[in-house]
């Protein structure tokens, strides 16, 4: 009998190691689902307008200045005159204050059962931006003229919905795109939009009150760098699902079931101006549109689980065959095996139809049933079916509750080990594993 009760206990591990092949599998086939809902969700993306970013508006100054420099005699090295050229330098200078205020309202783009989430934002932009009287850089050099040029960075223009009027001073003016005239990226790395202001006299001060409006559609994500010296951000929207990131947290927000309400106030201590210029340096604030069921995250995270269902039960079958002196089969713990397995492919199956509770309800309803239907007969006797079937669903149930508390998964997993490990000991505590060949006490 002890013979027997080792090849038992090596058929039963060699059995749930080739379990990991189907969960393996499933996993797998997880894993392309999800990576097609991200290629979707790029599609998308690369047809409207993808993760938008602001940066300003700021001020491009860019001044000729005259230069002398000394010639020189090539034998005797002495200076024999001088010779002029010009130079433009460039000068980004951010704004005083920049007040935003904004709506956010998100729709769901489908491509078959696949689908990508876009916001449409609706912004109102005050700013206000001062140049100081300046000379030229150095003394040898002279200021010959200046010009001020308004620069708006956009990670992606064609999110920009409509053509937005520029109010400067009171006097309407309209973006354009740089051309010819500034090269893309060359006053920040990324697309702009830009008002010329026109020369200027260097030796006055000069105050430009800036107020536009702008409606910009994205996906999934917006941030705004805090380019002023003074920055005010109030932003609302509908999704009552926001994260909120980057270097910059909210000052205040609420967030409910009819959305979210936050507000920033950062002032030029707290950040880099030449970061900010960046977009990709992280110096920004940052708001996520995400989805709090990731169907195929959670499902994935799942079937990591899989392999500990499959242990847990094969141990209440090895129990059930030394208490109850009821033998099962190989094929019987391999068939139910496959029947938990199997739990995950429904999940994942019915999760892209239905929403990620009810396909869970579902799924593990059906495999409760399929297995407590099976053992009433494999166990001869409907209670022992029905006491492996209600088992299960107190797995089923804590499985259910790691998946909706994430911090608390390794927590709810030791516990569970714990239990069940607990649970076997005291079955087992008063079992003559000696005598197995004769009969088994009963704990």
């Keep these: 009998m002890d013979r027997k009760l080792l090849f038992k206990i090596i058929a039963v591990v060699v059995m ?101 989430r876009l916001f449409h934002l609706d912004l109102a932009n005050q700013a206000k931006l001062v140049i100081e009287p300046f000379a030229a850089s150095a003394p040898e050099r002279t200021l010959l003229d200046a010009e001020a040029t308004l620069v708006l960075g956009v990670a992606d223009p064609r999110g920009v919905d409509v053509d937005p009027e520029v109010t400067i001073n009171g006097q309407p003016f309209r973006f354009i795109t740089p051309g010819n005239r500034l090269e893309t990226g060359e006053a920040l790395k990324m697309p702009q939009l830009i008002v010329p202001l026109g020369r200027i006299d260097p030796s006055k001060t000069h105050s430009f009150d800036v107020r536009f409006p702008l409606q910009l559609t994205g996906t999934t994500r917006l941030a705004i760098t805090p380019s002023a010296q003074s920055n005010r ?137 399929l297995i407590g239907f099976y053992l009433a007969g494999a166990l001869g006797g409907a209670r022992r079916g029905l006491a492996f079937a209600g088992g299960l669903t107190g797995l089923y149930g804590v499985l259910y509750g790691v998946l909706l508390s994430e911090d608390n998964a390794l927590l709810m997993g030791a516990l569970l080990l714990f239990t069940a490990l607990g649970t076997i000991m005291l079955a087992t505590r008063r079992v003559d594993w000696h005598s197995l060949a004769g009969k088994t006490e009963q704990a």
């Design 233 to 369: 951000i109030h932003l609302k929207s509908d999704w009552p699902h926001p994260n909120f990131g980057g270097r910059f947290l909210p000052r205040e927000r609420s967030v409910g079931a009819d959305g979210f309400d936050a507000q920033w106030a950062i002032s030029h201590l707290a950040r880099d101006f030449d970061r900010a210029l960046d977009p990709t340096s992280g110096e920004a604030l940052s708001i996520d549109f995400v989805d709090p069921v990731n169907v195929y995250l959670q499902s994935e995270r799942a079937v990591k689980y899989g392999i500990l269902f499959i242990v847990l039960t094969f141990a209440g079958f090895f129990l059930t065959e030394i208490l109850r002196r009821a033998p099962i089969h190989p094929m019987q713990y391999l068939l139910v095996g496959l029947a938990l397995a199997l739990f995950f492919l429904l999940l994942i199956a019915l999760s892209e139809h239905l929403s990620f509770a009810l396909a869970y309800g579902l799924s593990s309803l059906a495999c409760i049933a």
């Design 16 to 116: 749930s190691i080739l379990l990991l092949v189907p969960l393996a599998l499933i996993e797998g086939q997880i894993r392309d689902r999800s990576q097609r809902q991200h290629e979707v969700q790029q599609n998308i993306a690369n047809s409207s307008a993808g993760a938008q970013t602001l940066v300003g508006p700021v001020i491009l100054l860019e001044f000729r200045e005259q230069v002398q420099e000394p010639t020189r005699d090539p034998a005797s090295g002495k200076i024999t005159g001088t010779v002029s050229r010009i130079e433009t330098q460039r000068q980004l200078i951010s704004a005083e204050s920049l007040n935003i205020d904004g709506a956010a309202r998100v729709e769901n783009r489908h491509r078959g059962i696949y689908q990508a």
